[in-house]
């Protein structure tokens, strides 16, 4: 089975908090977008740490970089994802910025794997449907995994079919 890559699933154009934005501007972006946390961006776009919401609620200060955690895990794009998953894990982390040459690059959390972990996907030369990780290949038709799609299927094509 192939590995895939941190890089295949992680969220990119992620949004970030910067050192100077204040705290009320960051409970009103987290409250916004639904979000628990953001990486914080130095004025060299470079990772300086991560704030969440529970670092608002349990430090004081009024600006981000009085609240933010500085030191914080991160990891490459090309880490295996099952890897990933042990290290939110072993962390006790929601997520992990993802870095390549110390640059952000995305965010990789346990949401993320776990929908890639649940996905359903579908050929799209026969369309056939499979649920769970990405398939190397369509087991219909035999078609490689470029032509398999990630999908939401019908939630009527699953109904039991109940007998009067």
Known sequence: MRRMRVKSIMSTGALTAA??????????????YSLS??????????????????????????FVRDIMTP???TIDPEMEIERAAV???????????????GRLV????????????SGWWSCGICGALFAGLPPEQCEMCGADASEVYRTKPDKMEF??????
């Open 106 to 117: 995305g965010i990789i959390s346990r949401s993320d794997i776990i929908n890639m972990k």
């Open 71 to 73: 030191h914080v895990w």
């Open 87 to 101: 290290l939110l894990a072993e962390y006790h982390v929601k997520r992990l910025p993802v870095l390549d040459n």
């Open 159 to 164: 109904l039991p079919q109940w007998r009067t």
């Open 19 to 32: 050192l100077d934005d204040t705290v009320q501007d960051l409970l009103r972006i987290l409250a916004q």
């Open 37 to 62: 946390g953001l990486p914080v961006i130095n004025r060299q776009n470079q990772l300086a740490g991560f704030v969440s919401r529970s670092d608002a609620d349990a430090r004081e200060g009024e």
